[in-house]
Every structure is written in structure tokens, then in C-alpha cells.
């Protein structure tokens, strides 16, 4: 059974930092994409960064130069640093694991992070 834990959400005042963390188990951690996605109250889940199998990372051009995506093979846990945070980043934030071929496709149950300003 696959399960996707995260864990380091939290309130913090705008321009603090957070680290998420998502743990991985029951799939072979190295060969998924491992993705963060985050959705705000009111709105649509949308794509924050992604950790690919073969190594290279991509961002969402509103959190590029404050975010960081980091994998742990080693422990299959993902990262998340978040720095220069600002209330529009108030939303819940979800780790995905995706398998780049045969497209299984897997959510954790999501963590807060709550900017105050």
C-alpha cells in the first residue's frame, strides 16, 4: 500500500522560512516524480515544484528563488524549503508521487502553512 505522509506545516509570520517534509513508502521511491502542490481556500490545487526521477527540479514561476524541492532517496522523503514567505502562500500543501510511464499517480493527505502578515 502506498502511503505519502507530509509533515512540517505550520504558522509563520511573512519572510519566515518552513520546511516540509513528505514520506514515502510502499513504491519504489526512485523511480517516481515527486511533485508538491498547494491549494489555497476558494481555489484550484495548483503545481509548486517537482523533484523528477532523473534528478532536475522545475518551479512555479511564483515560488522560483524562495523555494527549494530536494529528494532523499535514501530515506524516500521529499523536501520542501520554503523561504521569503508571504500570505499568498497560506494554503495546504500536498506531495504527490507520480510514475513518469506508467502514470500511477498517488496524494498525501496534505499539510497547512499559514502566512500571517
Known amino acids: 500500500q502506498v502511503r505519502l505522509v507530509e509533515s512540517g506545516g505550520g504558522l509563520v509570520q511573512a519572510g519566515g522560512s518552513l520546511r516540509l517534509a513528505c514520506a514515502a513508502s510502499g513504491l519504489t521511491f526512485t523511480m517516481y516524480d515527486m511533485h508538491w502542490y498547494r491549494q489555497a ?3 484550484g ?3 509548486v515544484a517537482v523533484s523528477w526521477s532523473g534528478g532536475s527540479t522545475s518551479y512555479a514561476d511564483s515560488v522560483k528563488g524562495r523555494f527549494t524541492i530536494s529528494r532523499d532517496s535514501a530515506n524516500r522523503t521529499i523536501y520542501l524549503q520554503m523561504n521569503s514567505l508571504e500570505p499568498e502562500d497560506t494554503a495546504t500543501y500536498y506531495c504527490n508521487a507520480q510514475h ?15 502566512v500571517s502578515s
Open 41 to 43: 481556500p476558494g481555489k
Open 45 to 47: 490545487r495548483e503545481f
Open 100 to 114: 513518469p510511464i506508467a502514470m500511477t499517480n498517488y496524494w498525501g493527505q496534505g499539510t497547512q502553512v499559514t
